[in-house]
Nanobody, 124 residues
Framework: QVQLVESGGDSVQGGGSLRLSCVVF????????MGWFRQAPGKGREGVAV???????RYSDSVKGRFTISQDAAKNTLYLEMNNLKPEDTAMYYC??????????????????WGQGTQVTVSS
């Protein structure tokens, strides 16, 4: 059973930076497509960035150039480096995983495994 545990959320001012982490338990990291998603109050969950364990990344247009997704297979950990944060980045951030998926889907419906979320709040 894949379990995901996020951390790193915080309250920051606009223009600031944060790094989110997601540790994978119960599964060897290889063969996973993993992603970061977010959900703001009153809105649906949206894909932010995804990465294949073998390499390859994809970003939503709203975060491209500001956010970087990365992974450390030795630590079974996924990261999201967020720079130049904006108030519109305020949301609960979730990591998610799917086994054996060949592409880089930003559609949250593709992912069966989810963490509990970590809150990011950006003030203006």
């Amino acid at each position: 059973q894949v379990q995901l545990v996020e951390s790193g959320g915080d309250s920051v001012q606009g223009g600031g930076s944060l790094r989110l982490s997601c540790v994978v338990f119960g599964y060897t990291y290889g063969g996973l497509c993993m992603g970061w998603f977010r959900q703001a109050p009153g809105k649906g969950r949206e894909g932010v960035a995804v990465i294949q364990s073998a390499g390859g990344t994809r970003y939503s247009d709203s975060v491209k150039g500001r956010f970087t997704i990365s992974q450390d297979a030795a630590k079974n950990t996924l990261y999201l480096e967020m720079n130049n944060l904006k108030p519109e980045d305020t949301a609960m951030y979730y990591c998610a995983a799917v086994q054996g998926w060949p592409s880089l889907p930003l559609d949250p419906g593709v992912y069966p495994h989810w963490g509990q979320g970590t809150q990011v709040t950006v003030s203006s």
